[in-house]
Structure formats: structure tokens, C-alpha cells
């Protein structure tokens, strides 16, 4: 993963269904064909909490479908067949809880998952699916909260992959936090945006190794999947401008 | 930091929320902690307990319904008697007092039938603080007269569209509200579930009840109860219920929760006897859910009792046998206040009226030197339109 980073990275996030799995596929890979590196793939969820509106709504489109945890598993097959990038899952807790930790981790690692963000499992819960995870060669990763300075060296310890900065608060906290956050791993640092203009991505591009955004890359409607995954190129260039 | 506190019942329980809120529970759960220890904080918890709320609250011999029944002897313990008519403010004053301890200008809640809704609206009131309630929208249509008396008093009542439109709806809008607001909002939970430490602090600002049961029914009868029985959703009366007799087994607790149409059905919120194993809402407890952990969309009469979720000590105290979790169907639970009025002159909350069915079915079974605590834990003036509409009378004419 630290090879990856080298270059920084622009990070799409899509919703595994939405609003189908053909789309999914089409969309990651026009995607990759833009420039991205590392993409990340939401698991759908009955309940987001951790989500805002846009989110929430594409997770609803995909689940409207009766889509099923094992078909997107296997659309997430189908880009593997297809493409090499390095791939991300972003799941609720319950989800692999009841599926089985160590089962979800052996499915995952085969489908040759990087990383695996959960939003709603904070550092004291983590242990038991971190080490299922490991078990398997798939990396746990980590988020680092806001304003939480006393919290930071606890939360990276274990931490693998790279580190997430959610949500990402306004100049100049931002960068006292990953300054803090810098002082006590050596871990890429990525912070996760809603959408950004280049101007946006310009600024923070000093800081981090990599943005991720969560809403750019969410329709829902059919749009041309070239159109969609455009901003990919444009906002790259503009991260690894300087 | 205080000495790591265990947040589990059994397997149950923890703190399953984003790290962004790992800090404020953090600071709640220290706070917290202390308060149990502080006697100027138990001084003013009970002042208000007893000065505001009007407590302690009647243990009242049920003696037309034992002798109809012809069973167990029955007593009622009447948290509908409690100012603003439920038991939910009980645990609103403890919940608020700690958010003052905190430094917080804001209560933000979520309510299912509008009990605890416009127990926190009160209190904000009482303590001059700013105050949001999420509601589903499906509940502030059923419930129409709560959210007019929550907006009386100073609160703005927030419609959840998302979902069903019901309490599980209301708490993940109130959970995000918190999510972005907590430098100064405190979220004020009702039921006994959530993250650690919610569940242990609702048990112990709602233990008042069994407290108060336990020290009355040693004075009238000389002796402990045979059985206890409380409604539970998420198991807030039912727990504060239960919770000074958990360590005498020889009082066998009960919970009634919302069976619905039939635990057959589909249509259901029985989550103990059919759900399983998860992690939702900031807890390990048990959920009805589909084979996958999606969360299933659920149905009762009651608004209070119809959560996909139930508190992570009730789903310990199934596990471990300790409580018995039964399932009141609709149809009961409207006999239930049917019958409860007409024979002790009390209009029950539709929600308690599922404890009273259970209470009537058990008596039955038990002998008159038997003796059964059946906690009432709202009055039901809420519910006169919604049981007519069920019964097929139109009030609206």
C-alpha cells in the first residue's frame, strides 16, 4: 500500500448496486480507465448512520433492488476479473458480524481486497475483526476523528494500510491535526471529502497522501459511465500538480 | 480518565459508533461514573424526582382485576401517575443533569410514541435549554397531540421521512445530529439501548422504580413479589422494572414486547423471540434482521414498542435465562385497555397495555398467595383516538 501512495491518490467512492451491480462494474472500471489507482466499494446498508443524505440515498437505490451481501461480493468478482486496481470495501459492522467475522475475511482476501474501512467500529471494538483480518492478509483500517488530540497515538498503534481523516474539519484544524497525526505514524494520510473542486484539492494536496470522495462519483441515474468517472483525471492532475 | 469499565452484559453491549464520537462517550461515561458517587448530584437527581415528577409513584392494589381473575394478587406499579405521565422522566432528569454537568446547552432526543419526547421537552424547559426532538413521520401522525404538547413546550419536533418513518428512523437522525453537534448538544436517549454507556445509565436512573416497588410491597405485604412484569421496546420502564430484584431469583421477571399482528405474521417487533444476533445502533443485542444483518422494517399498534433492536441487558438477561421475553399481539394489547379501564377505572398506555395482557394470563396460572408487580409505565390519553380508529370508531365526527 505505501508503494501506492508514492503518488497521490484520488479515491472514488461508489455504492456496490447502485443502482445495479452491471453499473457498478461499468463505473469502476471507467474509473480506472480515468487514472484512479484505488477505488472504494461500499458494502449497502439498510441503515447508514455514519452517511450523509447522498450516500444514504444511493445505499437505499442499491438495496431497493433486493440486492444480497453475496452479489456484491460477487459484482466486486466481476471488476476483480477485469481489472487489477487496488480495491477498498467499506462495510457496517453488522454486516461481516453476521456474515462471520473470519468467513468475511477469507472472502474478502479472495477476492483480493486491500483494506477494509468500517465506520462504525471505533478502536475498542476492533480487535476481534482486526485480527480476522490480518489473519487473512487484509488490512483493518483505521479512522482518525476530529478534534480528539489525546486519542490519536492510541487509535494509530495498530493501524495498517493507510489512515482516514473523517470528517475532514477546515483549515488551519485540519492541518494541526494531521501534524499531530504525522508525529505519531508514518502511514499514508487520506482525508475524505463529500465532493471538491480542483481549487479545494490544490489546497490540501500539500498535506496528504490522498483525498477521497465520497459523493463525486454517486448517481444513481443512468449517466454515461466516461462522463461520470471524468472528474477522476482533472482532480488528479490537480493533486499531484505540485 | 477513570479505571476501563466493563461495557458488556454477558456478550452484549460496547460502543459500536464512529470514532468521531468515541471522545463525547468517552467524556459521558467518566461523567457519569462520578455522578454515581456525588452526593450533591444524587441529592438533586432525587429533589427532582420527588418535588417535580411527584414521586415516589403508587403501588396500587389491583383488587377488581385479582378478584376477576381469580389468580395471583395484582398490584400496579403507576409510573403513569409520574408528571408529564410516563415513566420516561425518570431517566430524562438523570440524562439532563449529567448534560449540565457537561457543559451542554442543547437536549436532542428521539421518540417513538412521544413519551420520552416530551419528557426531554419538559425538562429543556425546566432547565432552560435548547431542545430538538426526531420523531418518524409515521409517529407524529399517530401521535399528533405529543408533538403539539412538545412544541407547547419550547421544543422544535423534527418529522424523520427516511425509512418507515419510525423510532429506529428517529434515532439514526438523532445520532447524526449528535454526530455534528456534539460540542454542545447532549443526545438525551429514552430507551435502554445505544452505546455504552446508555444502557447502564438508563438501568440506573430508572432502578427508581423497583427501588420504590420493592421497599412498598415489603411494606404492605412483607414480602418480595413472585413475578414482575413490564412492557419492552427497547426496555427502559422494563429494566428499571427488574433492576432491584435481578439478584433475587426467586421473582420471576417478565417482559411483554410487541408481538403485532402475530409473531408469525411478518408483521411484528418482537425482537427477542425472533431476532438474532447483531450490531446496530451503537450496541451488540439481538435485531430483527434479514439473513444478511439488514435491518428489518418492523409493525405494532404501539409506537413506543415497535424497534428493531432491544436493549443489550434484556437480550443478556434472555440469554442467561434470568427474564422471560412474551409476545402480545395487537388484539391483546387493545383488549388489554379495554379491560384495565372498565375494571380499575385507568386508561393505560397502549404500550403498558401489552404488560397488563401478560399480567392477565399469568395471574390465571398463579394462586391467590401469589403476588404480581405489573408496571403501567404510561397513562394512555395518547392512545383514546388510535384504539377508536382500531375498534372502528370515528371520533372526527
Sequence with gaps: ?242 | MTEKVDNRFGMYGGQFVPEALMPELIRLQDAFEACKHDDDFQREFHRLLNDYAGRPSLLYYAKNMTEDLGGAKIYLKREDLNHTGAHKINNVIGQALLAKRLGKTRLIAETGAGQHGVATATIAALFGMDCEIYMGKQDTDRQRLNVYRMELLGAKVVPVTDGQGLLKDAVNAALADWAQHAADTFYVIGSAVGPAPYPAMVHEFQSVISKESRQQILQVEGRLPDAIVACCGGGSNAIGSFADYLDKPSVKLYGAEAAGQGLASGKTAATLELGSDGIFHGMASKFLQNQDGQIAKVYSISAGLDYPGIGPEHAALQASGRATYVGITDEEAVQAFEYIARKEGIIAAIESSHAVAYTEKLAKTMTPDQIIICTLSGRGDKDVAQVANYRGVDLHD
Design chain 1, 1 to 242: 500500500m505505501t508503494k501506492l501512495f508514492a503518488t497521490k491518490q484520488l479515491i472514488p467512492f461508489n455504492v456496490i448496486g447502485d443502482p445495479n451491480p452491471a453499473a457498478t462494474v461499468a463505473n469502476v472500471l471507467a474509473q480506472v480507465q480515468a487514472g484512479a489507482q484505488l477505488i472504494e466499494l461500499g458494502l449497502p446498508f439498510s441503515d447508514p448512520v455514519a452517511d450523509g443524505p447522498a450516500v444514504k440515498a444511493a445505499n437505499q437505490r442499491a438495496l431497493r433492488g433486493q440486492l444480497t451481501v453475496a452479489q456484491a461480493l460477487a459484482t466486486v468478482a466481476a471488476i476483480r476479473a477485469q481489472s487489477n486496481v487496488a480495491l477498498v470495501l467499506v462495510t457496517y459492522v453488522n454486516i461481516p458480524f453476521v456474515y462471520g467475522f473470519d468467513a468475511f475475511a477469507a472472502r474478502v482476501a479472495a477476492l483480493d481486497i486491500t483494506g477494509i474501512i468500517v465506520p462504525d467500529l471505533p478502536h475498542e471494538e476492533a480487535a476481534e475483526f482486526r485480527d480476522s483480518l490480518a489473519r487473512h492478509g487484509v488490512d483493518l483500517l483505521t479512522i482518525v476523528g476530529p478534534a480528539s488530540p489525546e486519542r490519536i497515538a492510541t487509535v494509530v498503534a495498530p493501524a495498517r494500510g493507510f489512515l482516514t481523516v473523517s470528517p475532514a474539519l477546515p483549515q488551519p484544524i485540519l492541518g494541526q491535526e494531521i501534524a499531530a497525526i504525522r508525529a505519531a505514524s508514518d502511514l499514508p494520510i487520506v482525508v475524505n471529502l463529500p465532493t471538491a473542486d480542483t481549487a479545494t484539492i490544490q489546497a490540501l494536496a500539500p498535506l496528504v497522501e490522498g483525498i477521497q470522495l465520497t459523493e463525486t462519483f454517486v448517481s444513481g441515474a443512468a449517466v454515461d459511465p466516461g462522463e461520470l468517472a471524468r472528474p477522476v483525471t482533472e482532480l488528479r492532475q490537480a493533486l499531484q500538480a505540485l
